[in-house]
């Protein structure tokens, strides 16, 4: 699913005064590709993602998917939060049913469809429990096949594991990691967190800070398949990582220093 912005722009509105939360972005991304976007806070990173998703129009400038240009809520796009937003009256297998139950699926086959996803995220045993009876961790992946059970060609992520643990999310990452290389969505992943960028991504985007704009594109050369553990101890890890965070810690500072003065 081939996604094209151009010349994006996003200027948020209000009677206490205009925020412009993206400014001029411009990036094709290719079919089946993980993408990361990372940036300091309040850069526009999740601005990015519900743009593409149509659920906040730019203010200048247009998106492009397969040649078409986005005009409202395209079908073909999923997006997982940070929050897992499972229904608390429904079970595993009906949470994961939901959008297909929307779509109008026959309940044989949404049911078949949902088993087969509740098996490859390894939750097997949990179908009939219900949302306060998991982990965090166990409730994230099933927002997450949620989201795949209706075959989204782009899946959208906007920090999805930014309220886990650290061992959590090392395995969350690692489901993640196996999830795209069985289905070869075409993942636009927000975080916060650089490691996990370099970890799970191809290709990251780094945003200057607001409004956001694109600073730089880095492949990330680290073969897959890979393991979320492995991955950080390798020379490559390391040198990438130096050389972004001499990047991103421009941004941060330059956010710091402004709030400084807006402060007084």
């Known amino acids: 699913m081939y996604i094209n912005i151009k010349d994006l722009s996003v200027t948020y509105r209000s009677s206490r005064g205009d925020v412009e939360a993206l400014k001029d972005i411009n990036i094709s991304i290719e079919s089946g590709k993980f993408v990361s976007i990372i940036g300091p806070s309040g850069c526009g990173?999740?601005?990015?993602l519900k743009v593409i998703a149509g659920l906040v129009k730019p203010t200048r400038g247009e998106v492009w998917i397969n040649g078409e240009k986005l005009e409202g809520v395209p079908r073909n796009i999923g997006f997982v939060f940070q929050e897992d937003t499972l229904?608390?009256?429904r079970d595993v297998v009906g949470n994961v049913e939901l959008g297909l139950?929307?779509?109008?699926?026959?309940k044989d086959k949404r049911r078949k469809r949902a088993l087969e996803l509740i098996k490859m995220a390894g939750l097997e045993g949990f179908e009939h429990k219900m949302p306060h009876e998991l982990s965090g961790g166990m409730r994230q992946r099933v927002a997450l096949i949620r989201t795949l059970a209706?075959?989204?060609?782009i899946v959208l992520m906007d920090e999805p594991f930014g309220a886990l643990d650290a061992q959590t999310r090392v395995i969350l990452q690692d489901e993640l990691?196996?999830?795209?290389?069985?289905t070869k969505k075409t993942i636009i992943f927000v975080t916060h967190d650089l490691g996990e960028a370099i970890t799970l991504s191809e290709v990251i985007v780094l945003l200057t800070r607001r409004p956001g704009t694109i600073k730089r594109v880095c492949n990330v050369p680290i073969p897959y398949p890979r393991s979320a553990l492995n991955v950080r101890l390798s020379n490559e890890f390391t040198e990438i990582f130096n050389d972004l965070w001499r990047d991103l810690r421009e941004?941060?500072?330059?956010?710091?220093?402004h709030e400084t003065k807006a402060g007084g």
């Open 45 to 48: 990173k999740s601005t990015l």
């Open 177 to 182: 990691l196996k999830i795209w290389q069985e």
């Open 87 to 89: 229904l608390p009256w």
């Open 251 to 257: 941004e941060v500072v330059k956010v710091k220093v």
């Open 150 to 153: 209706y075959d989204p060609e």
């Open 101 to 106: 139950e929307i779509r109008g699926i026959e």
